[in-house]
Nanobody, 117 residues
Framework: QVQLVESGGGLVQAGGSLRLSCAAF??????????MYWYRQVPGKQREMVAS???????NYADFVKGRFSISRDNAKNIVNLQMNTMKPEDTAVYYC?????????WGQGTQVTVSS
């Protein structure tokens, strides 16, 4: 069982920055041994992958955030971060943290990010 808790969402003006965090909890679960993902979803649209970090530390980004967003992890605190810079109104969405463990998909409750123009 894994519990993911996101934080850091809010309202920001276009061009601004926000930092999201995802704290992971669970028996014997450590983010350093897992692939961790950030997704986002706008009402009426499918959830889309934003960024990922593998157990080995490799990162991957959706084209629409490359050069603006950065995913990282703090192994000591079991937290995954998403630094979002040069934000755009189209980045407005609910952002979710995700991981897969033993074939089970785990999601956080989501955190709302709103970018005003």
């Amino acid at each position: 069982q894994v519990q993911l808790v996101e934080s850091g969402g809010g309202l920001v003006q276009a061009g601004g920055s926000l930092r999201l965090s995802c704290a992971a909890f669970g028996p014997m679960f450590t983010i350093s041994r897992a692939a961790m993902y950030w997704y986002r979803q706008v009402p009426g649209k499918q959830r889309e992958m934003v960024a990922s970090i593998s157990s080995g530390g490799s990162t991957n980004y959706a084209d629409f955030v490359k050069g603006r967003f950065s995913i990282s992890r703090d192994n000591a605190k079991n937290i995954v971060n998403l630094q979002m810079n040069t934000m755009k109104p189209e980045d407005t969405a609910v952002y979710y943290c995700n991981t897969v463990r033993r074939g089970n998909d785990y999601w956080g409750q989501g955190t709302q990010v709103t970018v005003s123009s």
